[in-house]
């Protein structure tokens, strides 16, 4: 028997919380939504949260609004699932949370000071390597780097984990050292043709490059995603000149493609200069 909607008089997220009970019903809910799991939602929580960071790069508030809202519903959907099996509710996540804010910002919320942002930061990993050491569930000072992380980011939080006791390149010329060290490797491995071993030595010139970027306080992702924003403008001007021409880039070739990317390389760098 069909059920009206939880009524819009409720609180939003109370009509929220209500509308994925009915959803995870086992009696009259959406057959879909009761035989997911956390292992089956955690891929699209994932892709939630690169949708709300690729509203915020297109500086797109509409759809960051929208994006947003998906991305609560992976966490009422996650809860929900843990309440049914008596684990915690939504109320528990939020409550924990809560105070794990407050608890981080003693110099909010209680007598703390400090005298710098730097300062600041150090007291943040303090605090946080307490609460690691309080679970008691890392052996490792790395075994609570989330393996599920984009594996560039997870390269940074390892060597900034390491970094932090210590295990640490000198200055950032001994990190570009080792940069043109490992390239070197991993040319030389493909002039040998072993693409085995270069896949590994590509893995290695990455996570030197991701302790480049921790060392210059950079987001490698953030930089990629710039530069992969960059390569689609460019060869997008290509493919526009090209049906000018009555071409697809199929039917042009490397050198017509190469001086017409120059083309908008050069737009691009007058645009700037304007």
Not at 13 to 30: K, T, V, Y
Not at 51 to 66: F, G, W
Not at 177 to 194: M, T, Y
Request: include cysteine.
């Amino acid at each position: 028997m069909t059920r009206p909607a939880p009524p819009e008089t409720l609180r939003p997220i109370d009509r929220l919380l209500a509308i994925m009970a009915r959803l995870r019903d086992p009696a009259d809910g959406c057959p879909w939504d009761q035989e997911q799991t956390f292992a089956t939602i955690a891929p699209y929580t994932v892709e939630e949260a690169y949708e709300v960071a690729d509203a915020i790069e297109r500086n797109d508030l509409s759809d960051l609004k929208e994006e947003l809202g998906d991305l609560l519903l992976q966490v009422v959907f996650h809860a929900r699932m843990a309440e049914e099996q008596g684990a915690f509710a939504f109320e528990d996540v939020a409550r924990a949370i809560n105070d794990k804010m407050v608890r981080r910002h003693p110099h909010v919320f209680a007598e703390e000071t400090y005298g710098s942002l730097a300062e600041q930061k150090g007291g943040w990993e303090t605090l946080k390597a307490a609460e690691r050491a309080k679970k008691g569930r890392a052996a490792s000072l790395l075994d609570d780097v989330p393996v599920g992380l984009p594996a560039l980011t997870r390269a940074v939080k390892l060597s900034k984990r390491a970094a932090g006791v210590g295990f640490v390149w000198p200055d950032i010329s001994h990190v570009v050292d080792k940069l043109d060290e490992e390239f070197a490797e991993l040319k030389a491995e493909i002039a040998a043709g072993d693409l085995e071993k270069a896949r590994q030595e590509m893995g290695d010139v990455l996570f030197v490059v991701a302790n480049l970027a921790r060392t210059l306080d950079v987001d490698p992702e953030d930089s990629l995603r710039f530069t992969n924003a960059k390569f689609v403008r460019r060869f997008q001007y290509v493919e526009k000149v090209l049906a000018e021409r009555g071409k697809t880039p199929d039917q042009s070739d490397l050198a017509e493609m190469d001086a017409l990317w120059d083309e908008a390389k050069a737009a691009e760098r007058a645009k700037a200069a304007e």
